[in-house]
């Protein structure tokens, strides 16, 4: 068929290295097929092939297409909500992948919310939106996330959330009380959590650069107290005897620490937001 001869000429020329040709004889491709009687599960089909082929954006147009023909049919809400939830998570960023279009995801996840509010999301999808976001830097939006998953009663790792949102709240928004909270959420609830001793690290910090020399010399003691029966001592021991040490030898925070808690904490918040280093 003409379609079909239209498809192998562009394909032709993206495995020639002409891409800017072949994208615009996909996108006649795409606007014809769409326009075609084919069903949804031809049109899925085809938007899965060339993810796999790694054409992003022909796979992204063929999914727009399917997913809108998709939500016409609003009958079968559950079937909607759990196809948009698959297709999002093809191009997901995840902590062992990069995702081959995560705004991409992002749009749909915004679709959902858009069209079934707080139906759409499960806690573990609103987690991988989250990690997702937090991944494009879309920090506002991933912090909400975070905080919405925070208060799912039956989420089991809120542990890890507290502390994403204490350091997201001190390092990110400057926000230091707030930070300060969450932190402890950490320490007075998740004794247990692998993010117990870098939540009493951070109380250290945030005080030590406070001023609250004191206090932050308690927390840091805390996390020596914790693991002295350990062998094996976790890298964050060494950094709380390091500030102990320059606390006890009247010392200011060590410089490029000091440069960097400077720049995070001394603005409530503008938008040029720093590296974050302390996950």
Known sequence: ??????????????????LNYAKKLYNVYVSKISKKDISNEELKNLAESFLKENKTDLAVS???????????????????????LEVAEKFI?????????????????????????????DAISLYKRAYNLERIKEYESCFNAYLLLANYPDYQDKDRIYFRLGIFSAYVFGK?????????????????SK??????????????????????????????????????KPEIVSLAEYRIKELEESKEIEYNLRMFLDVALKKEKKHDHVKLELF
């Not at 902590?95 to 707080?118: C, M, R, T, V």
């Not at 300060?180 to 004794?191: G, H, M, Y």
């Not at 001793?197 to 020399?213: D, P, T």
């Open 176 to 192: 230091i009380e707030q930070a300060s909270d969450f932190f402890s959420k950490v320490v007075n609830k998740f004794k247990q």
């Open 62 to 84: 063929l999914y727009d297409v399917y997913l809108e023909k998709l939500t016409k049919d609003q009958q079968h809400k559950k079937n909607i909500i759990k196809e948009m």
């Open 195 to 232: 993010d117990y001793l870098n939540s009493l690290y951070n109380l250290g910090l945030l005080n030590h650069w406070q001023g609250n020399l004191e206090k932050a010399k308690e927390f840091y003691n805390i996390i020596l107290e914790s693991t002295k029966e350990i062998k094996e």
């Open 93 to 121: 960023h995840t902590g062992w992948q990069e995702g081959s279009d995560p705004f991409y995801a992002e749009k749909l996840y915004d679709k959902l919310e858009s069209l079934y509010k707080n139906e759409a999301l």
């Open 1 to 18: 068929s003409e379609i079909e001869v239209l498809k192998g000429i562009a394909d032709d020329l993206f495995r020639d290295g002409e």
